[in-house]
C-alpha cells in the first residue's frame, strides 16, 4: 500500500512525481512547456548581449583596444554566439522531432542544450564583463570585480538551486 502523500500513481505509462497523478506524456508536455518558458527568459537576455556586442566591433573605441582586449572581445562574441545557439536548439529539436511520439526524449535533451547555454552564457557575461571592466576601470581591480560577480552567478543559478534540490528530494 502506498504511503500518504506518497505522489505514486498507479496505472501503466504513469509517472511518479510529489503532488502530481500524470502520465509519462503528460509529464513530459508540462515539463517542456516549463522549460520553454525558463528559455524564453535566457534567450532574450542572450540575444540582446549578443547583439550589442556585435556592434562593438564597428565604433572608434574599437580600434584604441589593446590586442589583449581585442582577443577578450573576439572570446565574447564567440562565446555568445555559442549560447544563443544552444539556447535556441530546443525549439529546432522539437521542431524537428514533434509528432514522433518521443516528447519525454525531447525534453531530456532540450533541457541538456538549456544547461549548457546556460554555461555558456555564464562565459559571455564573464568575458564581457571582463572586456568592459578593463576599459573601464584600474586594471587592479578588475579580477576581483570579475571574481565576486562570478561567484554570484554561480551561486544563484548553480549552487542554490543544487542546494535545493538534493535538501527537498527525497531519495526514495
Known amino acids: 500500500m502506498d504511503a500518504p502523500n506518497s505522489g505514486q500513481a498507479g ?10 497523478r500524470e502520465t509519462d506524456f503528460e509529464r ?10 525558463e528559455v524564453r527568459v535566457a534567450q532574450t537576455g542572450v540575444q540582446i548581449l549578443f547583439g550589442f556586442l556585435l556592434t562593438v566591433a564597428f565604433t ?3 580600434t584604441q583596444l589593446d ?21 535556441i536548439a530546443p525549439v529546432s529539436f522539437h521542431r524537428i522531432v514533434s509528432g514522433r511520439r518521443i516528447k519525454p526524449q525531447a525534453v531530456v535533451w532540450a533541457s541538456r542544450m538549456t544547461f549548457v547555454g546556460l554555461v555558456l552564457l555564464l562565459g559571455t557575461l564573464t568575458s564581457a564583463l571582463l572586456l568592459v571592466l578593463r576599459v573601464a576601470t584600474d586594471d587592479t581591480l578588475v579580477p576581483w570585480l ?9 551561486l544563484c543559478w548553480f549552487v542554490l538551486p543544487a542546494w535545493a534540490r538534493h535538501r527537498h528530494t527525497s531519495e526514495d
Do not use: C, F, K, M
Open 60 to 62: 572608434p573605441r574599437y
Open 11 to 20: 496505472g501503466a505509462g504513469a509517472s511518479r512525481d510529489e503532488g502530481r
Open 67 to 87: 590586442h589583449v582586449e581585442h582577443t577578450i572581445y573576439v572570446v565574447t562574441v564567440v562565446l555568445g554566439s555559442t549560447a544563443t545557439g544552444t539556447l
Open 28 to 37: 513530459a508536455d508540462r515539463r517542456w512547456t516549463e522549460l520553454i518558458q
Open 146 to 154: 570579475v571574481g565576486v560577480v562570478v561567484g554570484w552567478y554561480l
